[in-house]
């Protein structure tokens, strides 16, 4: 059987952030940072990097205690993050604001030792805050809807 992400049409997905399924209780939204397809993908160490600082920033925000997951697409164009008892405009006022705090952050990378990561040395800041950036200027130049397109 064919799985809810491979049901959607990715030439059709353009960047902006999306309710890819509810299960139960547990909202999947689909972070989608690049149009699938185009050849324009998320490099490795800014992905990584902004993982670090997506992943810590939003487990402490006000919708922290009900995160599941943040993670990287593996076709390298977004992120999932999936929410239990999610409302949609608390998690995208959430999601600004870490987007935000992100790029205003000063000092060391979340997780940057070798202890806190299996790859420490692919880490950067300054990427991650140029995606959180790029993203963040996306969100802002449309209207929200949650919906595929």
Do not use: W
Not at 2 to 25: C, L, M, P, Q, T
Not at 42 to 48: A, E, F
Not at 89 to 115: P, Q, S, Y
């Amino acid at each position: 059987r064919k799985i809810a992400s491979f049901s959607v049409n990715h030439d059709k997905i353009v960047e902006g952030i999306y309710v890819s399924r509810i299960d139960g209780d547990i909202t999947t939204y689909d972070m989608r940072m690049r149009k699938p397809n185009m050849g324009d993908y998320i490099d490795n160490i800014t992905m990584h990097s902004l993982e670090h600082m997506f992943a810590t920033y939003v487990r402490n925000s006000q919708i922290g205690e009900n995160v599941i997951y943040f993670g990287p697409m593996g076709c390298q164009t977004g992120f999932y993050l999936l929410v239990r008892d999610a409302d949609n405009d608390a998690v995208l006022k959430v999601v600004l604001d870490t987007l935000t705090k992100i790029i205003n952050h000063e000092g060391e990378m979340f997780g940057n030792t070798r202890e806190e990561c299996g790859n420490y040395r692919n880490l950067n800041l300054e990427c991650a805050q140029l995606e959180a950036k790029r993203y963040l200027d996306i969100l802002n130049s449309k209207e929200v809807s949650f919906k595929y397109e």
